[in-house]
């Protein structure tokens, strides 16, 4: 089992910033990735950032250019730094870790945290 730990929500105007932290513990696999999703009212939930051990990125259309995800392997913790924030970038923010075995790379077991909400508005 795997357990994540969010922190960093909050409200915020339009054009500021946050930065969303996650840390894992438990049964993390040596292959595996960490990322961040997110549920808008109304909504489904949809990928915002992932990264991997290594530090290869992936960034939804929406979000690329404002937010930054990185990882410290060392304390399995992985941050979201969100600039340049908008009123639709408003949802609960959900940290997620894939584990993958080894010889497995299409086969994941995700894991997510309660989530953090963040609220962008005047």
């Known amino acids: 089992q795997v357990q994540l730990v969010e922190s960093g929500g909050g409200l915020v105007q339009p054009g500021g910033s946050l930065r969303l932290s996650c840390t894992a513990s438990?049964?993390?696999?040596?292959?595996?990735?960490m990322g961040w999703y997110r549920q808008a009212p109304g909504k489904e939930r949809e990928l915002v950032a992932t990264?991997?051990?290594?530090?290869?990125?992936n960034y939804a259309h929406s979000v690329e250019g404002r937010f930054t995800i990185s990882r410290d392997n060392a304390k399995n913790t992985v941050y979201l730094q969100m600039n340049s924030l908008k009123p639709e970038d408003t949802a609960v923010y959900y940290c997620?870790?894939?584990?993958?075995?080894?010889?497995?790379?299409?086969?994941?077991?995700?894991?997510w945290g309660k989530g953090t909400l963040v609220t962008v508005s005047s």
């Open positions: 438990g049964s993390i696999f040596s292959i595996h990735a």
């Open positions: 990264i991997t051990s290594i530090g290869n990125t």
């Open positions: 997620n870790l894939r584990n993958y075995r080894w010889g497995q790379p299409d086969v994941g077991t995700d894991y």
